[in-house]
């Protein structure tokens, strides 16, 4: 197979690490000779020490460090002990690892439609899923913003049902004064590489304000043991690495800082799309009052999205589809018996969604590129040559 690579350069990248790296680069290099220099590679200082600032950060009881995003909502919900027989309801617009992790445990994943403005579940959807078997809602904060947690806990709360928080997109974001991770009984956080606080590899966390349930976070994380050789629980191998918990300790002193950025950039979107009439045609991301975006993505809704990304490729802009597909239609799920047209909202996301460059790095020349792009495919004139 020949190919024929007739895609102009990229004008920019979708997102830049290399930029963050060259900013922290001794910080960085220092906190991983001196994990290397101990020879301490599981559950050690590092990892102590960063769970203790993550809690402080977050303002919750307890912070467990584990493998990855997706092991923390599996943690999660094994903690609570949602098992066969229950039903779990969350988003069908999300990334897979939400839904997978109630599967895997062999409760039943239960769909709820999204808000259109905010992606996020819809309080009244779930008001509607809820059944006697209904043991837990995961509340995705998607792209960054905070699910609308007042009524979603409001529901949960007389009827004992635990809500856990995906905020694997959502560090650092505000809910009613609070961060995600202090807003539900447990808080699952992600640190792949593109997150918002990102590690080099793999990496996830659990917040839980109960003892107790931090507690059975901690053995489930090491085959059930409070104590080595005596398994209490049947849990799994899931931890976060003495390398990546330096690495992240040294980031997550940046993160506030790289918010502000990334905030900064979503307002002069917003400006340059005002500026040139388009806020109208394209949906901006909401901000509803009281729920602080963090821009994970800064994410579009656009009328003939499809060609207007083939347009920005070949202009030189990337951008991305979060998600194409929706969760009640992925093949994986095809056991829980879903049917197109059942989430209405979510299933028109996918066809309308698209995510462009945000990332704290970013320039107002190359968002003024991005804008002016978008306009020009709507204005119907020829992209502007981005080699030339
Ligand atoms: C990234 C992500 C996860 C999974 O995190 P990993 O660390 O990649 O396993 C789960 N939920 C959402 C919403 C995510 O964006």
């Avoid at 995705?140 to 529901?155: E, S, T, W, Y």
């Avoid at 009439?277 to 901000?287: I, M, N, Q």
Wanted: aromatic share 8%; charged share 20%.
């Amino acid at each position: 197979m020949t190919t024929r690579d007739d895609t102009p350069p990229m004008l920019m990248p979708f997102v830049d690490l290399r930029a963050q790296f060259a900013e922290i680069r001794a910080e960085v290099m220092a906190a991983i000779a001196a994990v290397m220099e101990r020879q301490q590679f599981i559950i050690g200082p590092e990892v102590e020490r960063f769970e203790q600032e993550v809690a402080a950060y977050v303002s919750v009881g307890a912070a467990i460090g584990c493998a990855s995003g997706s092991d923390a909502l599996l943690l999660a919900l094994m903690a609570l002990g949602i098992g066969p027989g229950d039903e779990v309801i969350t988003t069908p617009f999300t990334f897979f690892a939400t839904a997978a992790a109630i599967a895997r445990i062999g409760a039943k994943a239960v769909f709820a439609d999204i808000e259109p403005r905010t992606y996020n579940l819809d309080p009244d959807a779930i008001a509607a899923a809820i059944t006697d078997s209904t043991r837990a809602i995961v509340a995705v904060h998607l792209f960054g913003l905070p699910a609308d947690m007042a009524p979603i806990l409001a529901l949960a709360g007389p009827r004992s049902i635990a809500v856990v928080e995906d905020a694997a997109q959502a560090i650092g974001a505000r809910c009613g004064g609070r961060r995600t991770g202090a807003l539900g009984a447990a808080g699952c956080f992600s640190f792949y590489p593109s997150k918002n606080l990102g590690g080099a590899g793999d990496g996830g966390l659990v917040t839980a304000a109960d003892a107790a349930l931090a507690e059975r976070l901690r053995m489930l994380r090491e085959h059930g043991t409070r104590s080595a050789y005596r398994h209490e629980l049947l849990g799994l191998n899931s931890r976060l690495d003495e390398i990546q918990a330096a690495i992240l300790r040294v980031k997550l002193k940046h993160l506030d800082r790289w918010t502000t950025q990334r905030r900064l950039c979503a307002e002069r979107y917003r400006t340059l799309f005002a500026d040139c009439g388009l806020e109208s045609l394209v949906g901006l991301p909401a901000e509803p009052p009281g729920r602080e975006h963090v821009y994970n993505q800064f994410v579009v809704r656009c009328p003939r999205r499809d060609e207007l990304r083939d347009f920005l490729t070949a202009a030189g802009i990337p951008t991305q589809i979060y998600y194409p597909s929706p969760l009640h239609l992925q093949p994986a799920f095809a056991g829980l018996g879903y049917r197109d047209g059942q989430f209405p909202q979510a299933e028109r996301a996918c066809r309308e969604v698209l995510a462009l460059p945000l990332f704290p790095e970013l320039s107002e020349q190359q968002q003024h590129a991005v804008v002016d792009a978008i306009a020009r495919f709507y204005t119907g004139k020829p992209p502007r040559n981005a080699g030339s």
